[in-house]
């Protein structure tokens, strides 16, 4: 995904562990954030909250193998702004990017 998205000449931040991604959310702001939702110790669904609990209005793209539609819905009402299904097609992701930042700096 890293790689992908340098490609296009965005800057990323990749993150191993979601317990990571809670550290550094809690110390700095970035214009998109990309998760899954099935992680540990910190899952999607949380650190989607935590996100858009200290940051109301940056988008946040989820792609995971799990495609319940409950799930989906459950994103979405979380705050997500696309929900991809893996395995996904490469210019699904940038479409999603594209659009949610496009839509967060208007």
């Known amino acids: 995904m890293g790689i992908l998205l ?7 931040t990749a993150i ?4 990571e991604a809670v550290t550094l959310l809690q110390r700095q702001a970035f214009d ?4 899954d939702i099935r992680m540990a110790p ?3 669904m949380q ?3 935590l996100a858009h609990k200290l940051y109301p209005k940056m988008p ?3 792609i995971s193998a ?3 539609d409950e799930v989906a819905d459950q994103s979405f009402a979380a705050g997500c702004v696309a929900y991809i299904k893996k395995p996904f097609r490469i210019n699904e992701v940038l479409d999603a990017v594209r659009d949610a930042l ?3 700096a208007g």
């Not at 191993?16 to 317990?19: A, G, K, Q, T, V």
């Open 66 to 68: 799990y495609a319940a």
């Open 60 to 62: 946040v793209i989820v």
């Open 16 to 19: 191993e562990r979601s317990n």
């Open 47 to 49: 650190l989607m909250q």
């Open 102 to 104: 496009a839509s967060s």
């Open 6 to 12: 340098r490609s296009e000449r965005h800057e990323v």
């Open 32 to 35: 998109l954030m990309i998760t």
């Open 42 to 44: 910190v899952d999607g």
